[in-house]
């Protein structure tokens, strides 16, 4: 008599009991991440707009964008990402460039941040922004300086400004542009040695820095134990 035998181990109830462990990867969310978003308002359509920072970190130098703002009729805004919280801290001077909406000439700024602390750190935060008519105005803004004292401007507001300063502020120094070409590579030197702007200038909108949630996973390995069981009839077998 032949008989054949099932390649699982038969009890001797004749049963067998099968197990198996499947292991899954799971993302659970965590507490997001912040990362900073300079939003560049009130620009000349289809005017450049450059975009730049001074990394202190050694051997990192200055990372700097430039592109074309969107075409049209109406003032226009442009976004740039100021990277995660890590990449913040690294950051110690933003320099912008942008033709306002309305006028012909560039108005650099420089958004100085301090030594101790980060761009994430005064988030959120607005910008202000100045024009002159016919010079370059080039505005360097102590961000944690004026934000200390209160940002005293107003949309649209005409100040004066005697050697570079006005009696609004201390927080802010302004500087002469007219010496710099159409598309200028904005350092701290060379803010430096532009001459002290003395005139009126106008109060031209306010740009900002704000957090955007960037959420983050947590990879988790589950172990899921699965019982299975399978019942074998034994059989008989006739020669």
Do not use: W
Not at 55 to 79: F, N
Not at 153 to 164: P, R, W
Not at 225 to 238: H, K, M, Q, T
């Amino acid at each position: 008599m032949n008989s054949k035998t099932s390649p699982l181990s038969l009890t001797r109830s004749g049963l067998v009991s099968a197990f198996g462990i499947a292991f899954l990867v799971a993302a659970v969310p965590c507490d997001p991440l912040y990362a900073g978003l300079l939003t560049i308002k009130n620009v000349n359509p289809g005017s450049f707009v450059t975009f730049s920072y001074r990394d202190p970190t050694p051997g990192d130098g200055q990372i700097r964008h430039k592109e074309p703002a969107p075409g049209g009729k109406a003032a226009v805004t442009v976004e740039y990402s100021l990277g995660s919280l890590e990449n913040e801290k690294k950051i110690g001077s933003v320099f912008v460039t942008k033709t306002p909406f309305g006028q012909t000439v560039l108005d650099p700024y420089e958004m100085l941040i301090p030594s101790v602390g980060s761009v994430g750190s005064l988030e959120p935060f607005d910008i202000p922004t100045f024009a002159d008519e016919l010079v370059p105005l080039v505005a360097v803004v102590d961000i944690a300086a004026l934000l200390t004292q209160g940002d005293p401007f107003t949309d649209g507001e005409a100040i004066s400004v005697l050697n570079g300063m006005t009696l609004i502020t201390s927080a802010i120094t302004f500087k002469d542009g007219s010496s710099l070409g159409p598309d200028p590579i904005l350092t701290d030197a060379l803010f430096a040695s532009l001459p002290a702007f003395t005139g009126s200038a106008v109060v031209y909108g306010f740009d900002d820095v704000t957090a955007t949630p960037e959420p983050t996973y947590t990879y988790l390995l589950l172990a899921v134990l699965g019982a299975g069981l399978v019942v074998v009839r034994r059989r008989r077998f006739s020669s």
